[in-house]
């Protein structure tokens, strides 16, 4: 059985109410177990060239590389998996892509973007991810946020400038303090988690998070999770009805059963020598 038939993957990107075009960029590939969520920045259309450019580069060198390395294979010199490599590998190629871009066209110039990754396999997660773009979880009732938003607003609340209530008014929310293709070289964070069937992560960009409360999308996935097409419009519709001032995107994904690595413990360990 396929990993497509392990995972219910469904996704909806919208411009909003406010902006014309959409700067926001999203894939999924089921059968890899692969979901990337870019929302770009920068002048006319460079944003969307930025996230296009992110979500482009990462699924397609990550198809291949998953093609020849698994992700749960367990690399000699770490003892982790292969995972955690793949994929900052690939970040920072997307980085250089688009920073290369950026500095070659001055139509470009200063774009750039967020990123959230996540890569199920072998009843795994990882999630990698630069920016506020976020992974969350729902897991037997209890929503929560599992991704941290490398922001300047997640700064001062870390060091008690402010509290998470008086975040949700703040005027800076979305200044961020790490994104793709602004510098050479990028710093993404990168966990693994465990993974339980019945389990459903949301990849979203700020666009969601900011007009819409964690209470608000945790009752939506309570309400609607029985039905993941239903509830990834109805999220993008809550967040228009309360101004849509961004672009929305949302990434939905269901555990639908166990997928364990297809290898036994001593091939996980000498898969890197094969």
């Avoid at 990550?62 to 690939?90: C, F, M, S």
């Avoid at 402010?162 to 070289?185: C, H, M, S, Y």
Wanted: proline fraction near 3%; aromatic fraction near 6%.
């Amino acid at each position: 059985m396929s990993l497509a038939q392990m995972l219910e993957v469904v996704s909806a990107t919208d411009p909003g109410m406010v902006r014309t075009n959409n700067e926001d960029s999203i894939a999924s590939d089921p059968s890899h177990g692969l979901a990337v969520l870019a929302d770009g920045m920068g002048g006319y259309n460079a944003g969307e060239v930025a996230s296009g450019i992110a979500t482009t580069v990462i699924t397609t060198e990550l198809q291949q590389l998953l093609d020849q390395r698994p992700p749960y294979a367990i690399e000699e010199a770490t003892g982790r998996t292969a995972a955690e490599k793949i994929l900052r590998e690939q970040v920072f190629r997307a980085n250089s892509s688009i920073y290369q871009a950026a500095q070659s066209q001055p139509q470009y110039a200063g774009m750039g973007t967020t990123l959230v990754v996540a890569l199920y396999y072998d009843n795994k997660m990882s999630v990698a991810h630069v920016g506020d773009s976020r992974l969350y979880r729902f897991r037997d009732d209890n929503f929560e946020q599992i991704t941290r938003d490398h922001s300047l607003l997640q700064e001062q609340i870390d060091s008690g400038l402010i509290t998470k209530e008086q975040a949700k008014g703040a005027a800076n929310k979305n200044l961020v303090t790490r994104a793709l293709g602004i510098d050479p070289t990028v710093d993404p964070e990168i966990h693994e988690y465990e993974t339980k069937v019945g389990d459903i992560y949301l990849l979203c960009s700020d666009g969601l998070c900011d007009m819409v409360s964690d209470e608000d999308i945790g009752e939506a996935l309570r309400m609607l999770g029985g039905n993941l097409t239903l509830c990834v419009h109805q999220l993008v519709q809550m967040a228009n009805d309360n101004g849509g001032r961004d672009n929305v995107s949302v990434i939905l994904i269901r555990v639908l059963r166990e997928y364990p690595a297809p290898r036994g413990v001593l091939s996980k360990v000498f898969g890197w020598l094969r």
